[in-house]
């Protein structure tokens, strides 16, 4: 007989992004490991993001529970002429240049929102839940944040019921970068801390994404603390041609203060000295792009190489993999971010494109990237190493040798973490 598991989660499709895809995959392998998978959503939710796509991905048997959301993000878009679906897609723009209506926005996010938008379907969906798992004979839920007001959800369910319960941590909570924009009181830090603090201490095991937040982590609570990363799927993609020119492509949202300058100096100095090098490069942007980025992009003259192409269905993304030259990763420089894996990094590692990626020092990303020999990892300080990189991975390009030689990738595929997610499951 198989053991039932309860998931409580927000994204999912027609939801777009990593997120999504990561408890997708899960729920996809879980039966191959004897376990049935029951999966809780909002009915109404407001997604920043769609891909329509990833509908038919969904197993046909899935049982899937949904209960009604009250959404703040629906009614503050009425007043704010779009700028609340940007900042829920984590686009935040500089302090200097947030209007009025931005800043009024971000202070009542953080402020009255503890821990996020969604806290307001945290009591329905605990008395709801109470009695399905009572009446389905459910013994382990799994909670996956952000937002991590879903966390919440499991840790009263946790007091009520005899349930084990799994925190899945997809993004740190209080580390997060983007917490220091939202303009938080002394008051309201102390809450959302005490609240992390709660869930980690109350949860049977905390699953994160890196060891970098698992660090952090074993700082706050003594519970066991498992690292399953994302990963890639084998995806049915056929034959890609590649790109003709020497392109760079990056897939995902590039924020404001993801906007490496050192790269797009290198480039302008590259473009200027080296005319064969002017004729061929072309910037692929494969999602949204910041208005501070592009704005930096015609500051170094880079504007007419420029190719914006938009959030695209998730396929479409891996074709855009295979067929870029280069795949830049581009993180946010600071000390919270050293722990952050995009989920694409998984699947730029099995597209035998080499990856060029910038961030922060003793990042998990360049760990991975070491060990798996997909790529060379820069510091946003690394000038002079990342225009070497950039000259011998086009004249690579040009005797038609570019190409990655990886190693090592079986461990990030979704059934193999699938495996170990089911271990601590059983």
């Given at each position: 007989?198989?053991k039932?598991?309860?998931?409580?989660?927000?994204y999912?499709?027609?939801?777009?992004?990593p997120?999504?895809?990561?408890?997708?995959?899960?729920?996809?392998?879980?039966?191959?490991?004897?376990?049935?998978?029951?999966v809780y959503?909002?009915?109404?939710?407001n997604?920043?993001i769609?891909d329509?796509s990833?509908?038919a991905?969904?197993?046909k048997n899935?049982?899937?529970?949904?209960?009604?959301?009250v959404?703040?993000?629906?009614l503050?878009?009425?007043?704010?002429?779009?700028?609340?679906?940007?900042i829920?897609?984590?686009?935040?723009?500089?302090?200097?240049?947030?209007?009025?209506m931005?800043?009024?926005?971000?202070?009542v996010?953080?402020n009255?929102f503890?821990p996020d938008?969604?806290?307001?379907?945290?009591?329905?969906?605990?008395?709801?839940l109470?009695t399905?798992i009572?009446?389905?004979?459910?013994?382990t839920?799994i909670?996956?944040g952000p937002?991590?007001?879903l966390?919440?959800?499991?840790?009263q369910?946790?007091s009520?019921?005899?349930?084990?319960?799994?925190?899945d941590f997809?993004?740190?909570?209080t580390?997060?970068?983007?917490?220091k924009k939202?303009k938080?009181?002394?008051?309201?830090r102390k809450?959302?801390r005490?609240?992390?603090?709660?869930?980690l201490?109350?949860?049977?095991k905390?699953?994160?994404?890196?060891n970098?937040?698992?660090?952090?982590?074993?700082?706050?609570?003594?519970?066991?603390i498992e690292?399953i990363?994302?990963?890639?799927?084998?995806?049915?993609?056929g034959?890609?041609e590649?790109?003709?020119?020497?392109?760079?492509?990056?897939i995902?949202?590039?924020?404001?203060?993801?906007?490496p300058?050192?790269?797009w100096?290198?480039?302008?100095?590259?473009?200027t000295?080296?005319?064969?090098f002017?004729?061929?490069?072309?910037?692929?942007?494969?999602?949204?792009v910041s208005k501070?980025v592009l704005r930096?992009?015609e500051r170094?003259?880079?504007?007419q190489?420029?190719n914006l192409?938009?959030?695209?269905?998730?396929?479409?993304?891996?074709e855009?993999?295979?067929?870029?030259?280069v795949?830049l990763?581009?993180?946010?420089d600071?000390?919270?971010?050293?722990?952050?894996?995009p989920?694409?990094l998984?699947e730029?590692?099995v597209?035998s494109?080499p990856?060029?990626?910038?961030g922060p020092?003793?990042?998990?990303v360049?760990?991975?990237l070491?060990?798996t020999n997909t790529?060379n990892?820069?510091l946003?300080?690394?000038?002079?190493a990342?225009?070497?990189?950039?000259?011998d991975?086009?004249?690579?390009?040009?005797s038609?040798?570019?190409?990655?030689?990886?190693?090592?990738?079986?461990?990030?595929?979704?059934?193999a973490?699938t495996?170990?997610?089911?271990?601590?499951?059983?």
């Open positions: 007989m198989r039932k598991v309860l998931i409580i989660t927000y999912w499709p027609p939801a777009g992004g997120g999504v895809q990561r408890w997708l995959k899960f729920i996809k392998y879980l039966p191959d490991f004897n376990i049935e998978p029951i959503i909002p009915k109404n939710p997604y920043p769609i329509a990833l509908v991905e969904i197993p899935l049982t899937i529970i949904k209960q009604p959301i959404e703040p993000y629906k503050a878009s009425k007043f704010s002429k779009g700028q609340s679906t940007t829920s897609k984590g686009i935040i723009p500089d302090k200097k240049k947030q209007s009025v931005e800043r009024l926005m971000l202070f996010r953080g009255f503890i938008a969604r806290k307001k379907w945290v009591k329905p969906s605990v008395n709801y109470s399905y009572r009446d389905y004979n459910i013994d839920i909670t996956t937002p991590h007001s966390h919440l959800i499991g840790e369910l946790k009520r019921l005899d349930i084990k319960w799994i925190a997809r993004d740190p909570w580390t997060i970068g983007y917490h939202l938080l009181t002394p008051m309201a809450r959302h005490f609240l992390e603090s709660k869930v201490n109350a949860a049977d905390i699953v994160v994404t890196s970098n937040t698992k660090q952090n982590f074993l700082s706050l609570t003594e519970k066991p690292v990363t994302n990963g890639y799927d084998y995806e049915p993609i034959n890609v590649l790109d003709a020119k020497f392109s760079l492509a990056h995902g949202s590039l924020l404001s203060d993801r906007n300058e050192v790269l100096e290198v480039l302008e100095e590259l473009v000295n080296n005319k064969i002017a004729s061929m490069l072309q910037l692929n942007f494969v999602g949204s501070d930096s992009l170094y003259n880079l504007s190489y420029v192409i938009g959030y695209v269905p998730h396929k479409q993304a891996i855009h993999q295979k067929k870029s030259q795949l990763l581009i993180e946010i600071s000390e919270e971010t050293k722990c952050i894996i989920g694409k998984f730029y590692m597209s494109r990856i060029l990626a910038i020092k003793e990042s998990d360049q760990d991975i070491r060990a790529g990892y820069f946003y300080s690394d000038h002079d990342i225009k070497e990189a950039v000259l991975m086009f004249q690579a390009f040009r038609s040798e570019l190409k990655s030689n990886a190693i090592g990738l079986k461990q990030y595929s979704r059934e973490l495996s170990k997610l089911a271990e601590l499951i059983n």
